[in-house]
């Protein structure tokens, strides 16, 4: 098996491109891990918006962005699967745009991506996922997500749980369970968006996050610990990356 490395680097000064470079260069350098030529994904954790917390921090995007448009990539994409607001306005109102055109990266809603089937074991409590095709197509999948709790139960997952915006609204509806609300409490799904697959809550989100994992592991994963979150709405500023 693999052994992962870690880093755990401060941010000094606000320069968080800086910290990135450090914390890279203590696990090998970008290269080991993003050959040149490579069509890149970039999966931050936008769930919801307009907030400015419990999301991945725009600062922490653009450094990873920035840093990935270093290694001469074939291409480069921004992409995420909104639950709590639709993608496109999370993307508009942090900017992204602008912030992808400054590097000459692409910006992919995954709910509306067509989705590509991935069978699964039967341990997850599904036999397949629709995995995104721009997801799919990647050679290389960076997960940016941010250090904080669920809101439920959960563990702390960490980047694990970040892939959840890869389940798109297409298939699983737009706050990923309207399959099943579409019957229980049709008030809290949208019309026309309720998803054709059984929503990811079920049989478990564990289960859930296990099979979005299984279906394309992240090949890097760079944590916004700016802030970190208990998941009930209590922010610790720590200015750190993982």
């Not at 049709?186 to 990811?200: F, K, S, Y």
Request: proline share 5%; glycine share 8%.
């Amino acid at each position: 098996m693999r052994k992962t490395k870690v880093s755990l680097v401060r941010i000094h000064e606000q320069n968080t491109y800086a910290a990135l470079k450090n914390a890279i260069e203590l696990i090998g350098g970008m290269e080991p891990t993003i050959p040149s030529g490579s069509k890149i994904l970039i999966k931050p954790n936008l769930v919801m918006c307009p907030t400015e917390r419990g999301i991945t921090n725009p600062v922490v995007l653009e450094a990873v962005l920035k840093l990935a448009s270093t290694t001469s990539p074939k291409q480069i994409v921004i992409g995420e699967g909104s639950a709590d607001s639709y993608t496109w306005t999370s993307f508009r109102l942090l900017n992204i745009y602008d912030m992808a055109s400054r590097y000459g990266a692409e910006v992919r809603d995954l709910n509306v991506d067509e989705g590509v089937r991935v069978k699964m074991p039967d341990a997850v409590g599904r036999d397949h996922v629709m995995l995104p095709r721009t997801v799919a197509e990647a050679d290389i999948v960076i997960s940016v997500p941010t250090f904080k709790l669920w809101m439920g139960d959960l563990p702390m997952s960490l980047s694990l749980k970040n892939l959840f915006g890869c389940y798109g609204a297409r298939y699983y509806g737009h706050n990923k369970t309207s399959h099943e609300l579409a019957k229980t409490d049709p008030r809290r799904t949208l019309q026309g968006e309720v998803g054709i697959e059984r929503g990811i809550h079920h049989p478990s989100v564990e289960q859930s996050i296990a099979a979005m994992n299984l279906a394309r592991p992240s090949d890097l994963t760079v944590i916004d610990a700016i802030e970190g979150s208990d998941g009930k709405g209590n922010y610790v500023r720590m200015d750190m990356l993982m």
